[in-house]
């Protein structure tokens, strides 16, 4: 779930990803899902703790999440 968020926001990265696209794009009923908000403080958390304090998104009042970082994708998996 939380790679889908950062891909989710990545796809997005100019612009604040409402929680009701959230919830449209990973398929979820925002009446009856929960679990987005958890979901979004621990993938905050992780990303901190490697990041020396850095923020991946922030919350933007009443409209969603914005992604703060750029985020390099690597395209080659063979390693």
């Known amino acids: 779930m939380e790679c889908a968020i950062v891909k989710i926001?990545?796809?997005e990265s100019?612009?604040?990803?409402s929680?009701?696209?959230?919830?449209y794009i990973l398929n979820k009923d925002p009446d009856s899902y929960k679990g987005l908000?958890?979901?979004?403080?621990?993938?905050?958390?992780k990303f901190k703790k490697i990041s020396h304090g850095?923020?991946?998104f922030r919350s933007v009042r009443n409209r969603g999440y914005r992604l703060t970082q750029i985020i390099?994708?690597?395209?080659d998996y063979s390693d």
């Open 9 to 11: 926001l990545v796809n």
């Open 14 to 17: 100019n612009n604040v990803v």
């Open 19 to 23: 929680n009701e696209h959230i919830h």
């Open 37 to 45: 908000f958890m979901c979004l403080s621990r993938l905050q958390a």
């Open 54 to 56: 850095e923020t991946l």
């Open 72 to 75: 390099q994708v690597d395209h």
